[in-house]
C-alpha cells in the first residue's frame, strides 16, 4: 500500500468535505439520532428500564408498550435504550481504547528503529488471530464482563491501527520539518505528539470508525455464542438472543435490537468511508 | 441385501416385514441437546446419559409406563426375607453380552458392587449394604444392615444406574461399554452423533419390561446444543425425534405436517436448591423470608408463558401420584413481601447480598431467576445474581463458599428418596434432627401407605425447616416427526420399539 | 526477487514464533492453575498433581515454553482434556466443514461482489452504483448469526430448499456433506461481500485511471469495450489479495456460522472447547488457524508477484 504521505499536507475542511455527500450525511444524522436517543430518552425520564410485569410477557407493539414488551412484561423500548448505551458503550470503548494502544505501539515501532522489527513481526502475529476467535478465547480465560470483553476486543483491533500509525510515522519521521525539530533537539516523546499525533489523526479517526463497528457486530457475537457480556446488563447482542426462542410469537423481540445494531454499524460504516474518501482518497484503497 | 438381513433378525422383524409399511428400516435420529459426556450411566445423573446409554446398558429392574418396577435382567421381583433385610434376586438365564458372553450371577455382583462404590445413588446407602453375593449362578442376594425400602427403585433407576456389566470389564473408569441391551454402541464422533447398531443377539425381557422390539436398525443421537436449531432440524425432517424443546415453539410444531409435539404434562419441577452449609440461607428466618418473598406464579408465568405448559402447586408431587399430598402447602406461593420483611427483621438481616447461582444452559431456570430477583429486591433483600455458563455452575455449586441458592430442575421421579436434595450427605447439606428421624423412618418402612403418611410428614419438613423451595410443575415439550410411532413419552424416552412409516 | 523471498519466508518464521508464544501466554494467563482447573473440584491433590507433571507444570516456565516450541515444531500441540486425543487429530477431523464453508463461502462473496462492484466502478457515482454498495453494507452490517437463523427458519425449513442443520450425519458421502455447507455458505458469503464489493470497485477505479485505459478511451475504444478488454483482464489482482484479506474474516464467521447450523467444525470445535474448559484445545485452534492466516497471506502475495507484472520489490 502506499504510505499516506498526501496526509501530511494540510487536511481541507472536513466539514465541507462531508457535507458533499449526502449518503454521509444522512448516515451521520441517524447515528447521531441513536445516540442521542440512547442517552438522552432515559436521561430525561421518556422510556425507563421499567419494572417486570410478567402477565403482560410478549405483548407486541402498541398503545401499551410502544415496541412491545419482551419474556417479563418489560418494556422494549427502554430496554433498547439502555442496551444501546452499553452496546455503543463497549463500541466506542473499544475504538478508543485500540486507537490508544495501537498509537502508542504505532509510534514507538516507528520512531525507534530497534524495536520497529519486532514490534512489526507482534503487530502480523496479533493480526493472524481472527477477530471472534481471539476475543472468545480472551473472555473464555478471563470471564465475561463487559470490561473483558472491551479488553479481549481491544487486543484484536489495536494492531490494525498500530499498523496505519507505524507506516505513517515513518513517511512523517523523514518529513523536513520533523527532522529539523530534531535537530534541533528537541526531544522523541515532544516531536512525536506535536508533530507526528497531529499528521496520523485522521487514518486514525477512519480506522476506529469503523473498528467502534466491528466491536458491536463482534459483541453481538460473543453473545450468540454465549461467552459475551454478563446477561444482567443488556446489551443489542443478547436482546436478539433472548428474542431468538421467540421468533414465532414476538418476532419484534429480535426485529427492534437487530436493527439498532443494523442501522449503528451500517451509518458507522458510511461516515467511515465518507471520512477516508474525504480526508485522504489514497486511503480508500484500505480495507 | 441390508433389508434381507434385517428382516431375518429376529422373529419380531420378521412380522413387521410381513406388516409392509411399518416394515423395520432405516434410522432413527434423535436430536439431544448435548452429547454423553460418559458412556458409564453409574457415574453419571445426567439426562442425556440416560436417554443414551438406557439402549446397550440394562438394569435389574426396571420401570413400566405407570412408573411400578418391573423386572428387566432379573427373572422376578426380589424375595424379601421378613426383617427387610435381605433380597434375593433371581436372574434371567441365557442373556448375552456385547461381546458374546453370557450374563451370570458373578456379572451382577461384581456390577452392583462397583455401583456401591462409584455411583452417588449407590453410595449414599453404601452403608446400608451389607454384602453382595452371588448365591447361585442366576442368584444374587443383597443383604442390609437395616431395612432400605427403596432398594429396587434404585436398581431399576437409569439414572446413577446399577447397570450390569461383565465382570471382566469392571474397572474404576469404563471407557468403552459393554452390556446387554437391545442396541450396541457402534461409533461415537464427539459433537457430532453417536451411532448406536442393533444386537442381533438380543434376548427379550419379560412381558412386564415390554417387548423391546429392535424395530430400527439404527438409532443415532445428536448432540444439537441450541434450541431454535433443534426445532428447525425437526421440522425440515432432518431428525425423527428431538428431546427438550422450547415451549415457545409449542404452536409452530403443532402446525407443522411434518412433525408433531410431544407434551409431557406435569414433566418435573423447578426448584431453588437452597445452601445449608454455609452462608446467609443457614439461618430459618432468612430461608423463611425467601419463601414468603418469592412470586412462584409469576416466576413460572415468565418461564413458561402459557398455563398449559405450568402449574402453581406446592404439592411435592403432583395429584396421580401416590406421594401426593397437601401437607403444609399452606407455606407455598405466599407471595407476601411484608411478610418476609418480618422475617428479615427477626434475622437482622443486614443486607449482605443473597447469592443466586444460576445459568443458561436452560432459560427458564434464568427467567425465574430474574423474577425471583425483582420480588426478593421487593422483600428487602440485596441479591446478586451470577450468571455464569454451566461448566462454571456445575464446578461453583460444589464450593458452598460460592452461592446461596441455585436453581436446578428434576422430573418427578417414581420414588421421593431419589431426590437427592432431601439427604444430608447432598451439595445442599441440609441436616435436621426431625427430618432426618422422619427421612430414616420413611426408607425402612415398606408398607406403600404407612410410607405415604410418613411422606406427608417429609414434605412438612421441606416446608416448615425450607430445606429446598420448589417453585411449581412444568411440562417438558419434546417433538417427534408424524412418521414416527412406537416412542413412549418419557423424561428418557427409548427407540427400540421406534418405527417410521413410509 | 530471491531476497525477496528470503526476507518474506524469515519474516514468516519469526511471525509463527510470536503466534506460538501467543497462544503459550494466553493460557498462561488464565487465573488459577491450569492443572485444578483443568480437572475441576473434584479432583484429588494427587490427581492434579499428576496432571501437573503430565503437562510439564513441574518445570520452570521457559522450560516448559522450550518444550512446547519443540512440540509444537513437531506438531504436537498437546492433549485434549475432553476427547483424550492429540489436538492435531481432534483439529484434523474438524477441519473439511470448516476449510470448505470458507472456500465456497469466499465462491458466493465473489460471485456476488465481482460482477457488481465491477458494474459499480463503471458506473461509479450513479443511483446503481450508491445502491449496491450501501445494500451490501447492509448485509454485512446485520450480525450474521441473525442473517443465518432467518435463512435457516425460511429458506431451510419453510421452503425445504436446503438441510436445515447438521452435516449429514454418520457415514454421509460427499456430495450429502457438501449439500449441508450450501445454506452455510450462503450466509458467510453474503455477510463477507461487501468488502469484496469494495475492493473490487477500487480496484476497478484504479483501472480504469491508468494510463493505457486513457489511452484507449483516447484511441475511441468504448466505454464498454475498455472495461471489458482491460479491467477484466487484471481483475485477478484484487482476487487474489481479497483471498487473503478475508480469510480472517472467514475464520471469524464461520465460528458463528457453524454454530447457527450445528457444523462440526473448528469453529463449533472451539465454542464448545470454551465451554468446557478445554484449553488446550483453545490454544491449538488459535494456533493453526493463525499459522493458516500467515500462510495464505504469503501463498496470495506470491500469486500477486507472479499476477501482476507491475508490482516491483
Known amino acids: 500500500m502506499a504510505g499516506p504521505a498526501s496526509s501530511a499536507a494540510a487536511p481541507p475542511s472536513l466539514r465541507k468535505l462531508l457535507m458533499q455527500r ?35 410477557r410478549l405483548t407486541g407493539p402498541g398503545a401499551e408498550y410502544m415496541l412491545g414488551a419482551d419474556a417479563f412484561g418489560r418494556d422494549v423500548l427502554g430496554r433498547l435504550m ?125 480506522q476506529a470508525t469503523f473498528i ?58 458510511i461516515v467511515g468511508d465518507g471520512l477516508r474518501d474525504a480526508l485522504d482518497p489514497k486511503l480508500a484503497k484500505e480495507t | 441385501m441390508k433389508f434381507r438381513a434385517t428382516c431375518l433378525a429376529g422373529a419380531a422383524a420378521v412380522a413387521l416385514c410381513a406388516a409392509g409399511p411399518l416394515a423395520a428400516q432405516g434410522n432413527v435420529d434423535v436430536a439431544i441437546i448435548g452429547d454423553a459426556d460418559t458412556f458409564d450411566p453409574m457415574i453419571s445423573t445426567k439426562d442425556v446419559v440416560s436417554i443414551v446409554t438406557q439402549h446397550f446398558l440394562e438394569t435389574l429392574y426396571t420401570f413400566d409406563e405407570n412408573w411400578q ?54 453410595m449414599a446407602i453404601a452403608d446400608q449394604i451389607g454384602s453382595i453375593e452371588a448365591t447361585a449362578p442366576s442368584e444374587i442376594t443383597i443383604t442390609l444392615t437395616e431395612p432400605y425400602a427403596p432398594l429396587v427403585t434404585l436398581l431399576a433407576f437409569s439414572n446413577s444406574a446399577a447397570v450390569i456389566y461383565p465382570e471382566e470389564i469392571i474397572a474404576p473408569e469404563i471407557k468403552e461399554p459393554i452390556g446387554t441391551g437391545p442396541y450396541k454402541l457402534e461409533a461415537y464422533q464427539p459433537d457430532q452423533y453417536t451411532q448406536l447398531v442393533r444386537f442381533d443377539d438380543y434376548t427379550q425381557p419379560g412381558e412386564a419390561a415390554g417387548e423391546r422390539a429392535q424395530t430400527p436398525d439404527e438409532i443415532r443421537f445428536i448432540p444439537v446444543p441450541d434450541t431454535n436449531t433443534r426445532v428447525e432440524g425437526l421440522l425440515s425432517g432432518q431428525f425423527d425425534y428431538a428431546d427438550s424443546l422450547s415451549t415457545e415453539a409449542f404452536a409452530r410444531i403443532e402446525g407443522s405436517d411434518v412433525a408433531e409435539p410431544v407434551l409431557l404434562d406435569a414433566f418435573g419441577w423447578p426448584l431453588f436448591a437452597v445452601n445449608h452449609k454455609k452462608g446467609l440461607m443457614t439461618d430459618l428466618n432468612i430461608r423463611r423470608a425467601v419463601q414468603a418473598a418469592l412470586p412462584y406464579d409469576d416466576m413460572l408465568f415468565a418461564a413458561f408463558g402459557d398455563e398449559k405448559f405450568f402449574q402453581t402447586d406446592g404439592a411435592l408431587y403432583p395429584e396421580g401420584w401416590p406421594w401426593h399430598t397437601e401437607a403444609a402447602t399452606e407455606l407455598y406461593n405466599i407471595n407476601d413481601p411484608e411478610k418476609a420483611a418480618e422475617y428479615l427483621a427477626e434475622a437482622g438481616y443486614d443486607g449482605q447480598p443473597l447469592r443466586i447461582l444460576t445459568s443458561r444452559q436452560y432459560e427458564f431456570h434464568y427467567q425465574m431467576a430474574e423474577v425471583a430477583q425483582m420480588a426478593l429486591e421487593m422483600a428487602g433483600f440485596t441479591v446478586q445474581l451470577d450468571v455464569v455458563d454451566w461448566a462454571t455452575l456445575a464446578q461453583n455449586r460444589d464450593n458452598p463458599d460460592l452461592w446461596d441458592i441455585y436453581i436446578t430442575h428434576s422430573p418427578f421421579l417414581p420414588e421421593p428418596t431419589l431426590t437427592s436434595s432431601l439427604f444430608g450427605t447432598a451439595r445442599e447439606g441440609w441436616v435436621n434432627p426431625d427430618k432426618e428421624e422422619v427421612l430414616e423412618r420413611f426408607t425402612r418402612e415398606t408398607d406403600l401407605d404407612a410410607r405415604k403418611a410418613i411422606y406427608a410428614e417429609l414434605q412438612e419438613q421441606v416446608y416448615g425447616d425450607v430445606g429446598m423451595i420448589k417453585i411449581g410443575n412444568f411440562s417438558a415439550v419434546q417433538g417427534k416427526s408424524r412418521k414416527l410411532s412406537g416412542v413412549v413419552p418419557s423424561p428418557w424416552p427409548a427407540f427400540w420399539n421406534a418405527a417410521k412409516a413410509e | 526477487m530471491r531476497s525477496y523471498l528470503l526476507r ?43 496432571l501437573r507433571v503430565r503437562l510439564g507444570l513441574d518445570q520452570p516456565i521457559i522450560a516448559q515454553f522450550g518444550s512446547f516450541l519443540a512440540n509444537a515444531l513437531r506438531g504436537d500441540l498437546g492433549q485434549s482434556l475432553f476427547f483424550n486425543q492429540p489436538v492435531t487429530t481432534v483439529l484434523a477431523s474438524r477441519a473439511e466443514p470448516t476449510i470448505v464453508l470458507a472456500l465456497f463461502s469466499l465462491l458466493v462473496a465473489l460471485v456476488i461482489a465481482t460482477p457488481i462492484g465491477i458494474w459499480a466502478a463503471y458506473r461509479r457515482g450513479s443511483v446503481l452504483d450508491q445502491t449496491s454498495i450501501t445494500t451490501a453494507m447492509l448485509a454485512a452490517s446485520v450480525p450474521s448469526f441473525l442473517t443465518g437463523l432467518v435463512f435457516q427458519r425460511y429458506l431451510a425449513t419453510d421452503l425445504g430448499w436446503f438441510p436445515a442443520s447438521g452435516y449429514g450425519g454418520a457415514g454421509a458421502g460427499f456430495t450429502e456433506r457438501m449439500r449441508h455447507l450450501i445454506l452455510p455458505a450462503i450466509t458467510l458469503g453474503i455477510t463477507n461481500s461487501a468488502l469484496i464489493l469494495r475492493f473490487t470497485r477500487a480496484s476497478m477505479l484504479d483501472i480504469l485511471g491508468e494510463d493505457y485505459v486513457r489511452t484507449a478511451r483516447a484511441k475511441g475504444m468504448t466505454e464498454r469495450r475498455v472495461v471489458l478488454r482491460h479491467a477484466l483482464k487484471n481483475a485477478g489482482i484484487p482476487i487474489i489479495t481479497v483471498v487473503g484479506l478475508t480469510f480472517a474474516l472467514l475464520v471469524s464467521g464461520a465460528v458463528v456460522t457453524e ?43 506470491l500469486l500477486y508477484l507472479a499476477v501482476d507484472k507491475r508490482v516491483k520489490y
Not at chain 1, 436482546?239 to 451509518?267: K, T, W
Not at chain 2, 426383617?83 to 456390577?111: K, N
Open chain 2, 69 to 122: 418396577v418391573v423386572p428387566l435382567l432379573a427373572a422376578d421381583m426380589p424375595t424379601i426375607s421378613e426383617d427387610g433385610t435381605t433380597y434375593t434376586i433371581p436372574l434371567r438365564e441365557g442373556v448375552s453380552f456385547h461381546d458374546g458372553s453370557t450374563m451370570d450371577s458373578a456379572d451382577v455382583a461384581a456390577s452392583l458392587s462397583r455401583w456401591k462404590d462409584v455411583a452417588s445413588r449407590g
Open chain 1, 82 to 206: 439502555v442496551a444501546g448505551q452499553t452496546s455503543l458503550g463497549i463500541g466506542l470503548g473499544v475504538a478508543l481504547l485500540s486507537s490508544v494502544a495501537g498509537v502508542f505501539i504505532g509510534l514507538v515501532a516507528g520512531f525507534f528503529r530497534k524495536l520497529d522489527t519486532p514490534l512489526s513481526r507482534l503487530i502480523d502475529a496479533m493480526m493472524a488471530f481472527p477477530d471472534i476467535l481471539l476475543a472468545l478465547s480472551l473472555v473464555a480465560i478471563f470471564g465475561g464482563s463487559m470490561g473483558n470483553v472491551i479488553l479481549a476486543l481491544s487486543v484484536v483491533y489495536a494492531p490494525r491501527i498500530a499498523r496505519i500509525v507505524r507506516a505513517s510515522t515513518l513517511v512523517i519521521r523523514e518529513l523536513p520539518y520533523v527532522e529539523a525539530a530534531r535537530a534541533l533537539g528537541t526531544r522523541t516523546p515532544t516531536i512525536m505528539v506535536t508533530h507526528v499525533l497531529r499528521n496520523i489523526v485522521s487514518p486514525i479517526l477512519v
Open chain 3, 259 to 301: 454454530r447457527v447450523f450445528n457444523l462440526p467444525g473448528m469453529g463449533n470445535l472451539v465454542v464448545n472447547a470454551v465451554l468446557r474448559r478445554d484449553y488446550p484445545v483453545i490454544q491449538g485452534t488459535l494456533i493453526v488457524v493463525a499459522a493458516l492466516y500467515v500462510l495464505v497471506n504469503l501463498i496470495t502475495d
Open chain 3, 8 to 50: 518474506r519466508l524469515i519474516g514468516m518464521i519469526v511471525v509463527i514464533f510470536l503466534v506460538l508464544t501467543i497462544a503459550f501466554v494466553l493460557v498462561r494467563l488464565a487465573p488459577g492453575d491450569p492443572a485444578s482447573l483443568m480437572l475441576g473440584p473434584d479432583a484429588s491433590p494427587e490427581e492434579v498433581a499428576a
Open chain 1, 212 to 269: 467502534f463497528a466491528y466491536a458491536m457486530l463482534a459483541e453481538a457475537g460473543l453473545s450468540f455464542l454465549g461467552v459475551g457480556v454478563d446477561p444482567k446488563i443488556p446489551t443489542w447482542g443478547i436482546m436478539v438472543n433472548e428474542g431468538r426462542q421467540y421468533i414465532d410469537n414476538a418476532f419484534f423481540l429480535i426485529l427492534f435490537p437487530g436493527l439498532a445494531i443494523a442501522l449503528s454499524v451500517l451509518s458507522l460504516q
Open chain 1, 22 to 56: 449526502p449518503s454521509v450525511v444522512v448516515a451521520l444524522a441517524v447515528f447521531v439520532l441513536i445516540v442521542a436517543a440512547c442517552f438522552l430518552l432515559p436521561a430525561f425520564g421518556l422510556t425507563s428500564i421499567g419494572g417486570m410485569s410478567v402477565r403482560n
